[in-house]
């Protein structure tokens, strides 16, 4: 590995409500990289994150896991943190390292109870945040709902930055131009 200046290194932690998708995400992250060449599942109890017996065995982040990744000269630091409130203490440790709170929102739950928890530990710590409208592709998601929810719950200083683009017009072909 390469030797990276302060400035080049930024420190992100992963955090949402349990469930909601935050150790695929991270495994997504990696793999588009090429950090690994395969992409782990949470639920076959291969993800990098989850790595413990009880984590495979339960399916769920029991501890925060580091895990990098290199983008545009700088390194990455990726805290992936677990959601469920048995381990809220993983999370006020996590947190306290990073500079980030990437807080991941279900597209069919919205904001949650575990949502309003980290973002108040975020605040707490003066982290920057972003929001992660994850698992857009399931049955019954709502982007601009959960985003009107967020802006309701945190204020308005909440804004989309990308729109959601419906999956019928990312896997759509060109219409074939007929001449007459």
């Known amino acids: 590995m390469k030797d990276f200046s302060i400035d080049q290194i930024r420190n ?5 409500h349990g469930g909601v998708g935050k150790t695929s995400l991270v495994e997504a992250m990696l793999y588009d ?3 690994t ?3 782990g599942r949470v639920d076959e109890g291969t993800s990098l994150s989850d790595y413990t017996e009880d984590e495979i065995e ?40 990073t500079e980030t709170a ?20 975020a605040e707490r710590y003066k982290l920057a945040r972003i929001f992660f409208v994850n698992r857009m592709d399931k049955e019954h998601a709502n982007f601009e709902k959960v ?24 896997r759509q072909k060109p219409k074939s131009i007929r001449r007459s």
């Open 12 to 16: 992100i932690g992963v955090v949402g």
């Open 33 to 35: 990289v090429k950090v």
């Open 37 to 39: 060449n395969r992409l």
């Open 58 to 97: 339960r399916k769920i982040s029991i501890g925060a896991s580091l895990l990098h990744l290199e983008w545009k000269n700088h390194k990455i630091n990726i805290v992936d943190m677990p959601g469920y409130q048995d381990f809220i203490g993983e999370v006020v440790g996590g947190l306290r390292v």
């Open 102 to 121: 990437l807080i991941l929102l279900s597209a069919q739950s919205g904001v949650e109870v575990g949502t309003e928890q980290v973002w108040n530990i």
């Open 147 to 170: 985003i009107k929810q967020a802006q309701e719950s945190f204020g308005h200083q909440v804004v989309s930055l990308q729109r959601k683009r419906s999956l019928r017009s990312w």
